[in-house]
């Protein structure tokens, strides 16, 4: 009986207030039904004028207690209406890689609308670097301050120049858009790895790697 939603001798439903069904109800109890409820069926009466009205019965109660529980949880999980003028985030969808010729894979993410780097530029772009497991090795937004480069003159790996300036089957980087490159080796560190100390590297030897790119314009 501790799961019922109802008190014996108290409680009424507010969709049946007694107030509405008669302005001079008085005195709710509870009595047995003469409906020839089974065993342990427990009705909720109105006693008016001795006269006994049969409301509801314990499984129609007990019914009514479970909808009203499952209606206000429904509506918990509802989307609630944003503050006026607050920013709505969406979940980006996957970014599918197209593989180069050369074996570079790009995706862009956000397509810049300013204008494309010119080879020797000097530019800047903020970055972040993942080994293939996912471990970052790399991040300019940690640091707090964009890389600052001349794009197509060998100042960075040879993936880097080709995933901004474009080429082999790879359109140029825009001003404003951000890009995901996947490097093969021989675009990046190659056999030689980086950070290597005392026999551990942040890059070890052969590693594919990749990064996101945000290419911010000419510096």
């Known amino acids: 009986m501790k799961s019922l939603p109802l008190s014996a001798g108290t409680y009424i439903p507010k969709i ?14 509870i009595r047995w039904s003469k409906t020839k409820p089974k065993m342990g069926s427990i009705a909720i009466v109105e006693q008016q004028n001795d006269k006994a009205i049969v ?8 019914g009514l207690g479970l909808y009203v529980g499952i209606a206000d949880v429904l509506l918990q999980l509802l989307p609630q209406p944003c503050p006026s003028g607050a920013a709505v985030e969406v979940a980006p969808a996957a ?41 970052v090795f790399d991040s300019s937004y940690n640091r707090g301050k964009p890389l600052t480069f001349r794009v197509g003159v060998g100042e960075v790996i040879k993936g880097w120049d080709q995933g901004i300036l474009g080429g082999d089957g790879v359109p140029p980087m825009l001003a404003g858009g951000k890009r995901t490159l996947r490097l093969p080796p021989e675009l990046g560190y190659g056999m030689r790895g980086a950070g290597c100390k005392g026999g551990s590297c ?7 790697l990749l990064f996101d790119v945000e290419f911010i314009g000419k510096a």
């Open 55 to 62: 409301l509801l019965k314990r499984r129609e109660a007990v």
């Open 95 to 135: 970014c599918e890689l197209t593989v180069s010729p050369s074996g570079l894979a790009f995706c862009d993410k956000v397509v810049g609308k300013g204008p494309e780097a010119v080879k020797g530029q000097l530019i800047k772009a903020h970055y972040v670097g993942r080994l293939e497991n996912g471990k």
């Open 16 to 29: 049946l207030n007694p107030k509405i069904l008669n302005k001079n109800v008085e005195n709710p109890v």
């Open 202 to 208: 942040i890059i070890p030897p052969d590693s594919v």
